[in-house]
């Protein structure tokens, strides 16, 4: 298995992994990830519903939680749109936030990130689904001021 594949298999949780390998900690959202806070910076990026983008977000905080990753959106001070996929039909964007196929490999920790390369999609719900090209760059805490 090849470099890039076994960091792809790390990062998404593939099933090909060899046995007795670590495999990621899903990445999932509760009732309390905040989703207001995406929502409002979907707004000032002029994004509406039915929108999808390419996009980073920053500083998403993470924490552990009963095995998994539990995403918050409450320190995100930006989203960066790297290119807009289909355009919006004007309309609202939703309340509720979902997450797709988000995992964290086991070797990152607690803490803020940037998350790069996501898909996010304002149709029904808020979705942000990982990409082939998703990546989790730490956040240094003392660049931010809360």
């Known amino acids: 298995m090849s470099s890039f594949t076994s960091f792809f298999n790390n990062l998404f949780g593939l099933k090909d992994q060899p046995s007795g390998s670590r495999d990621p900690r899903r990445v999932v959202v ?42 918050y959106f409450c320190p995100m001070k930006s989203m960066e749109v790297l290119e807009t996929l289909s355009a919006g039909d004007g309309g609202s964007i939703p309340n509720q936030v979902i997450v797709e196929d988000l995992a964290i490999p086991r070797e990152l920790k607690e803490g803020l990130y940037m998350l790069k390369n996501v898909k996010v999609t304002s149709n029904g719900t808020m979705q942000v689904r990982a990409t082939e090209q998703t990546e989790w760059k730490v956040v240094h805490s003392d660049l931010y001021s809360w």
Do not use: D, I, Y
């Open 30 to 71: 509760t009732s309390s990830s905040q989703p207001e806070v995406l929502q409002k910076v979907m707004r000032e990026e002029k994004l509406s519903h039915g929108e999808t983008v390419m996009a980073n977000l920053s500083p998403v905080r993470l924490e552990k939680s009963r095995g998994k990753m539990v995403l």
